[in-house]
């Protein structure tokens, strides 16, 4: 019988990350702030209770929250417009309409159901960017993390 034949049936395997750590930890760490943020605004979604509501911008701390939010959106339409990748350009378009309509939100009055299907739209926008966002880091780590059969000194080949 071949040899790789036997590793694949009853050999063990080791798992091999073909990137370096800062990059590896820094996307699990991305990974679980993102999907913190997701599950959040899920459950705000759901619930209806939006703690970040769009007339948050009426009072002194108004205007730095609202300069901050729309430098925020200018940032995320620039990495739009740097990346290569189709999903990502769209999750950083997405990120750069959330923040954008956040900070007009904030500026002008708007009330009633006006205010709720705006905001509740803001929430999906938001969802759909994270979502792409882990999606993305899902494919990145698809493509470094390897499965390697273990050799008889018990080290992987990679």
Do not use: N
Request: hydrophobic residues 50%; charged residues 15%.
């Amino acid at each position: 019988m071949d040899s790789r034949r036997e590793t694949r049936i009853g050999g063990s395997r080791q798992i091999a990350i073909e990137s370096d750590w800062p990059t590896t930890v820094g996307a699990l760490v991305l990974v679980v702030v993102v999907t913190l943020l997701l599950v959040t605004e899920i459950r705000h979604f759901i619930w209806g209770t939006f703690p970040h509501s769009a007339q948050q911008h009426r009072d002194f701390w108004g205007v730095p929250t609202s300069v901050y939010t729309v430098i925020g959106g200018l940032l995320a339409l620039a990495m739009a417009f740097e990346r290569r990748e189709k999903s990502l350009k769209i999750a950083m378009a997405l990120f750069c309409t959330y923040f954008l309509a956040s900070a007009l939100l904030g500026w002008f009055h708007v009330q009633g159901r006006i205010l709720t299907v705006a905001v509740m739209t803001e929430s999906l926008v938001l969802q759909i960017a994270l979502a792409i966002i882990l999606y993305e880091i899902a494919h990145w780590c698809r493509s470094v993390v390897k499965l390697v059969p273990t050799t008889s000194t018990g080290r992987g080949d990679i």
